[in-house]
């Protein structure tokens, strides 16, 4: 990835409106920049979040607070705590984000 076109900025995200995204159970929060074609999030999962789809889009995340599992359509379950991060590619490896305790995330897609 070749990051062009993108002057020197400082985002601050308590300041970014927050949108309410249910799951199967739970909520999703995100607070969402777009710079040019590149999407960075933060998302909060509520305790007891699970996602009511499977994604297949790439992404960049880090954990920030909290404990995710990520489950793999092949049946892999992927546990991140604070300081820990995954990377996938677009089309490679569906997968949803479960959490029973709740998580902070920083993602780029």
Known sequence: MQLTDLP???TDWSTIERTEHPGETGVAYWRTCNFGQIRVRM???TPDYRA???CSKGHILLCLAGELHT???DGRMIILTPGMSYQVADN???H???TAVGATLFIVD
């Open 8 to 10: 020197f900025g400082v």
């Open 96 to 98: 949803r984000s479960i």
């Open 71 to 73: 489950e793999l359509a």
């Open 52 to 54: 009511d789809h499977w």
């Open 43 to 45: 998302v909060e999962y």
């Open 92 to 94: 490679d490896t569906p």
